[in-house]
């Protein structure tokens, strides 16, 4: 609670921070607004589109989009650290560099927390406001979709740590993290088999919050080989782990 506390003192009033907040969240709203105007096959999805239990899947799927917000902020507060030798000052004042990194896990962890309650709040209002079933059975189905989309976000945020740790410098970190996400890796998934790339880093982490039917859509076109959010759980924590590894020994071997 301490290293946490040090943290939220830093970060608090840092208004980049609520900045990126602020555009997470107003893009969500605005995504979940828009989304009932979608035409499919000549009608609009219309309030179906909040219908409990199914809305717990489809919410977690469009704000699975935007955990590359939470990473950009996650590289920014590690950067910072850098730019302004806050990491030397604590290891002057006495922290281990492996509680450095276990403060800024604790960041991740606070933000998982704070986006997987804000899905919560969403939830609630939009389902219990359009749908038409209020069953307990309704509102409480999916919802373990909260979890996995819990995990999918810590995934993103240390897999951000660790660019933020290895390149030091934000935009190139940011760069590179985009880059490794939405280009490097989609690369390699053309190039390996489905049985090994579905073990992938990003693909693992996708795999948490899949399109909903994706079922329907695998009879149409070539099935996409994924894991369920159930199994992919355990490799996603794996990746976790690794991820605050590799930042704990990019910052011990390297001069602050």
Same mark, same amino acid.
């Given at each position: 609670?301490?290293?946490?506390?040090?943290?939220?003192?830093?970060? *608090?009033?840092?208004?980049?921070?609520?900045? $990126?907040?602020?555009?997470?969240?107003?893009?969500?709203?605005?995504?979940?607004?828009?989304?009932?105007? !979608?035409?499919?096959?000549?009608?609009?999805?219309?309030?179906?589109?909040?219908?409990?239990?199914?809305?717990?899947?489809?919410?977690?799927?469009?704000?699975?989009?935007?955990?590359?917000?939470?990473?950009?902020?996650?590289?920014?507060?590690?950067?910072?650290?850098?730019?302004?030798?806050?990491?030397?000052?604590?290891? $002057?004042?006495?922290?281990?560099?492996?509680?450095?990194?276990?403060?800024?896990?604790?960041? !991740?962890?606070?933000?998982?927390?704070?986006?997987? !309650?804000?899905?919560?709040?969403?939830?609630?209002?939009?389902?219990?406001?359009?749908?038409?079933?209020?069953? +307990?059975?309704?509102?409480? #189905?999916?919802?373990?979709?909260?979890?996995?989309?819990? !995990?999918?976000?810590?995934?993103?945020?240390?897999?951000?740590?660790?660019?933020?740790?290895?390149?030091?410098?934000?935009?190139?970190?940011?760069?590179?993290?985009?880059?490794?996400?939405?280009?490097?890796?989609?690369?390699?998934?053309?190039?390996?088999?489905?049985?090994?790339?579905?073990?992938?880093?990003?693909?693992?982490?996708?795999?948490?919050?899949?399109?909903?039917?994706?079922?329907?859509?695998?009879?149409?076109?070539?099935?996409?080989?994924?894991?369920?959010?159930?199994?992919?759980?355990?490799?996603?924590? #794996?990746?976790?782990?690794?991820?605050?590894?590799?930042?704990?020994?990019? *910052?011990? +071997?390297?001069?602050?």
């Amino acid at each position: 609670m301490n290293l946490l506390r040090i943290e939220l003192h830093k970060i *608090l009033p840092y208004r980049t921070v609520w900045v $990126i907040l602020a555009i997470y969240a107003a893009l969500l709203l605005l995504i979940l607004y828009a989304s009932s105007k !979608v035409t499919i096959n000549g009608s609009e999805l219309g309030e179906k589109m909040y219908d409990l239990p199914a809305f717990w899947l489809r919410l977690t799927y469009i704000a699975s989009f935007f955990n590359l917000l939470f990473g950009i902020l996650i590289i920014v507060l590690v950067s910072d650290e850098y730019s302004f030798r806050t990491l030397r000052q604590q290891v $002057i004042d006495g922290l281990s560099r492996a509680e450095l990194v276990l403060a800024k896990f604790y960041v !991740v962890l606070a933000l998982g927390v704070l986006g997987t !309650v804000f899905l919560l709040l969403l939830g609630l209002y939009f389902g219990l406001l359009h749908s038409t079933d209020h069953s +307990l059975s309704a509102i409480f #189905g999916h919802i373990d979709a909260l979890s996995y989309y819990f !995990v999918q976000a810590v995934g993103y945020m240390t897999l951000a740590m660790l660019f933020g740790f290895l390149i030091k410098k934000s935009g190139l970190a940011i760069i590179a993290f985009m880059a490794y996400a939405k280009i490097v890796e989609p690369l390699l998934h053309f190039r390996l088999p489905d049985a090994v790339d579905k073990y992938m880093p990003m693909k693992v982490l996708g795999s948490l919050t899949p399109m909903p039917g994706q079922q329907m859509l695998d009879q149409l076109t070539t099935p996409t080989e994924l894991l369920s959010p159930a199994w992919a759980t355990l490799p996603a924590i #794996g990746y976790i782990t690794l991820f605050c590894l590799l930042s704990y020994y990019t *910052l011990k +071997l390297r001069d602050l």
